[in-house]
C-alpha cells in the first residue's frame, strides 16, 4: 500500500491546485483593492496641498506688494493680476478654494 501510494504521487505532475490558484487570485485582488482606495486619499491630499502652497504664494507677493517703498501708503495690491503685472508672482494660482481679500491683503485658505 505505501509503496502503492508513493507511486502515485512521484508520476503526478507537479503544479498548483485550482485552490490554490484561486487563493492567490483572491490575495492579488484584495491587494489590488487597497492600493486603489489608497490613491485616491493621496491625491486629495495632493490637491489640498496645492491649494495652501498657491494661498501661501499670493500671501508673500501681497506683503512684498506692500513692503515695497514705491507702493503709496502701504495699501495692498487691488487684486492677484496686479501682483503679477509687478513681477511679484510670476503667473496668477490656478487652484480654488482660497480667498484673497484685496482691502487688506490677507489670504484664507481655510476652504482648501
Do not use: H
Not at 501510494?5 to 512521484?10: A, D, T
Not at 506683503?63 to 503667473?91: E, H
Request: with cysteine; aromatic share 4%.
Amino acid at each position: 500500500m505505501v509503496q502503492r501510494v508513493r507511486r502515485i504521487q512521484n508520476e503526478r505532475e507537479g503544479g498548483f491546485t485550482l485552490i490554490e490558484l484561486l487563493i492567490v487570485i483572491v490575495v492579488l485582488g484584495i491587494l489590488a483593492g487597497i492600493v486603489v482606495l489608497g490613491l485616491g486619499t493621496f491625491r486629495d491630499d495632493a490637491n489640498t496641498a496645492a491649494c495652501k502652497a498657491d494661498a501661501k504664494q499670493v500671501q508673500i507677493a501681497s506683503d512684498a506688494f506692500i513692503a515695497r517703498p514705491a507702493n503709496p501708503a502701504g495699501t495692498p495690491a487691488a487684486n492677484v493680476a496686479a501682483l503679477v503685472t509687478d513681477n511679484l508672482l510670476k503667473t496668477a494660482p490656478t487652484t480654488t478654494g482660497w480667498t484673497y481679500a484685496a482691502a487688506t491683503g490677507e489670504v484664507d485658505d481655510t476652504a482648501c
